[in-house]
Structures are given as structure tokens and as C-alpha cells.
């Protein structure tokens, strides 16, 4: 004897319990729902950043649909109600689906904890869905929206703990290198202090150099967790830009003191007022700067420079280094990120700050690179009353 609907959408259900991945999770609800109201295409779209984003579908085609603003799949999400949809009356607002020749669409809200996460679609060629089958979807929708809430969260835990055993890897490595060393010029200045012998100028020099690269690194770590707590503060006003450059190339020569930075100020006597924090956009252009000089051959030109942008200032910083491949550009301003060839000291920190302090002065951030050919990154910020000023 064939089960009846309940029993259905309670063996659909239970699947949905199985510790499964976001990806597999997403397939097997699509696939039960259309089992259960004899669909034929099925679809998940979960809200991130207040814009729908496709999790999974069935149909490559049906998949690249993109809800409009005012749509069924977005009055069904603010709603938390149901549609069915008769395919043939919505003329040409998604075409797609009537060269798809589907029949019948039906849009089904995924809630979890009673707030709206996404909608599921299963469309029909076949069939013109009825109330009944609206009626099933909206059985296994409690349950699917906690599936995928649990899948979420057990690949957001995945992730972290991943990165905190990446944090605790590269931490270990990169502070114990200075650490040692720290310890060793200290042991040997004991010695001759104890001696009273005369201390060698070279030693004092390399402790200092490892005390600004361990204070460099501490502060790296500061800043990560003040972005992420939302406790990092900023100190608003209006600044002058050129103070911030003088002072960021001022500070990199004092450690690259044989390295050439040529400034090209092409503002045309225009003095630009942005509305910042003076010290945190020094501290973009010095580790901008910094990285510079630290992945350009010594004998290379760096160059800094200005021009205005329809209402941004625009900061650009090339380098004439090792460039980045086209890989690793994606993912640079990614928290603990080093390229796969990246052997130089540092957490992959630098980039991840220097964006979030950008983006909290409204600016913008961008990267060119060519590996063997160098690196240009922009920066742009917003000019202060620019709209009064021209």
C-alpha cells in the first residue's frame, strides 16, 4: 500500500537530519521536495547581504535566474507566505521558464527560529501545482531551514577552527624566530657587560630590528581581534593627505634607507580634504609602502602616486617587485593569507587590516599584478564636500 503524504514528508524529513555538508544538504531537500508534489526542477536561494544568493539547483539554466527586487521570490521571503504560480500567465518576466516549458512554479519560505533564511522553488512541466502541494512544502520547511542553519554553522565552525590552527601554526613559527634571536644578543651582551668589555654596535642594531618586528607582529594580532570584536576606534577629521604620504614614505626610508620612492603628484595644485583617521591611514600607506620595498628588488623604484577620480582621491603604490599570481589575487586581502610561494615573514595579516580600514573610510581598494612585472594598488578615497566644490 502506498504511504500517505504524512509519512512521506516524514521519510523526506529524516534525511535531512543526516550529517550531511551545505552542498549535499541543499541537494537531497531539493530532491525529496520534488519527490513529494511530483516536481521536476528544484532550487534553494538563501539571503546573504540582503541579496539572494543560489545555493544549489537542479537545473544549470532554470539556476542562473536572478529574482528581481519586486518579485515573487522576494514577496514570498518578506511575507513568509507561500506561492504557487501558473507559468503561462507571468508573460515575459522570466522567459527562461517558458522555453524550459515549465508549467507551474512554487516559491515556499525556508524560516528558521521565524525568521525568513531563503525560499524554496520546485517548478513542474508537467503539472499545475494546487494548494495541497504548497500544503506539503510547507511541512518540511521548518526542518529544512534547520538542516541548513546546522550545515552553515558546522561549516562556519569548520572554518575557524581551521584558521585558529592556522593562526597558532604561523604564530608559533613567526614569533619564535625574533624570540630566539632576542634571547641570544641578550645572552651575549650579559657576557660582556659582565666583562665589562665594549659592546658591539651590530648587536644593538639586530635587537632593535627584532624588537620593531616583534612589536610589528603584536600589533598585527591587536588589530585582527579589535576588526573582529568591532573594537577598533577611529579618530575622525579632516586631514591633508600629503601629510600622511610624507610621513608614511618618511617612516620606510628610515628603516629601507637605500631605497628610492619618487612621488608623482598629479592633483594640479587642487588640496583635496578627506575625512579620516590620520594615524590609521598612515599605517595603510606605510604597510603598503612596507610591502613594497620588502618584495622589489633593492635597486627597483617604488612609486607613490595622487590623482583625483570623478569624487575619489586616488593613492596608487607601484612596485616594480615578484608580483603576485593570478591565483593568490583573490584571495590577498584574506585574513592570515600568504601566497603559495610567499616566503617572507609576517602573518598574512597586513592586507586584511589595511581593507577594513579602507572600507571604514568609505574608500576602496584594488590590486593589479603580473608576476616577474610588479604590483600597483590602489586606494581610493572619498573627497570631502566634493559635490560644493565642483
Not at 188 to 200: G, H, V
Not at 227 to 247: A, R, V
Not at 260 to 278: A, C, M, R, S, W
Amino acid at each position: 500500500m502506498a504511504a500517505n503524504p504524512l509519512e512521506k514528508v516524514y521519510d523526506s524529513s529524516l534525511k535531512f537530519l543526516a550529517s550531511l555538508s551545505s552542498e549535499e544538504i541543499y541537494r537531497t531537500i531539493c530532491h525529496e521536495s520534488m519527490k513529494l508534489v511530483d516536481g521536476d526542477i528544484a532550487s534553494i536561494l538563501l539571503m546573504e547581504n540582503r541579496r539572494f544568493k543560489r545555493a544549489y539547483s537542479t537545473s544549470s539554466i532554470l539556476g542562473q535566474i536572478k529574482p528581481r527586487r519586486k518579485g515573487n521570490t522576494y514577496s514570498v521571503y518578506k511575507s513568509k507566505r507561500p506561492k504557487i504560480l501558473n507559468v503561462a500567465k507571468m508573460g515575459n518576466i522570466h522567459p527562461e521558464l517558458i522555453k524550459e516549458r515549465i508549467k507551474s512554479d512554487i516559491i515556499v519560505p525556508l524560516i528558521y527560529k521565524n525568521k525568513s533564511i531563503g525560499i524554496l522553488t520546485v517548478q513542474s512541466k508537467q503539472k499545475l501545482f494546487i494548494p495541497r502541494d504548497a500544503r506539503i512544502l510547507l511541512l518540511i520547511s521548518p526542518l529544512a531551514s534547520l538542516a541548513i542553519r546546522k550545515a552553515q554553522l558546522t561549516d562556519e565552525l569548520s572554518k575557524a577552527l581551521k584558521a585558529r590552527d592556522l593562526f597558532i601554526s604561523m604564530a608559533s613559527h613567526e614569533l619564535k624566530t625574533p624570540i630566539t634571536t632576542v634571547y641570544t644578543y641578550m645572552q651575549l651582551i650579559k657576557i660582556k657587560a659582565s666583562k665589562k668589555e665594549p659592546l658591539n654596535i651590530d648587536w644593538i642594531d639586530n635587537l632593535l630590528n627584532e624588537m620593531v618586528r616583534l612589536y610589528k607582529l603584536i600589533d598585527e594580532l591587536l588589530h585582527v581581534n579589535q576588526i573582529k570584536t568591532g573594537k577598533l576606534k577611529y579618530n575622525w577629521e579632516e586631514i591633508d593627505i600629503n601629510d600622511i604620504l610624507k610621513k608614511s614614505v618618511s617612516g620606510i626610508l628610515t628603516r629601507y634607507k637605500d631605497r628610492k620612492i619618487v612621488f608623482q603628484n598629479n592633483l594640479n595644485n587642487e588640496n583635496p580634504t578627506i575625512i579620516g583617521d590620520f594615524e590609521k591611514l598612515i599605517e595603510v600607506f606605510l604597510n603598503l609602502l612596507d610591502n613594497a620595498a620588502k618584495y622589489s628588488d633593492p635597486e627597483s623604484v617604488i612609486i607613490l602616486e595622487t590623482i583625483i577620480e570623478k569624487k575619489y582621491l586616488v593613492i596608487a603604490v607601484r612596485d616594480e617587485g615578484q608580483g603576485i599570481s593570478e591565483s593568490d589575487l583573490p584571495q590577498i586581502f584574506d585574513d592570515f593569507y600568504k601566497g603559495e610561494n610567499n616566503i617572507k615573514s609576517g602573518l598574512g595579516l597586513g592586507l586584511f587590516i589595511i581593507k577594513k580600514i579602507v572600507n571604514e573610510h568609505k574608500g576602496k581598494i584594488s590590486v593589479k599584478s603580473e608576476v616577474g612585472k610588479g604590483t600597483t594598488i590602489h586606494v581610493k578615497l572619498p573627497i570631502y564636500n566634493y559635490n560644493a566644490r565642483h
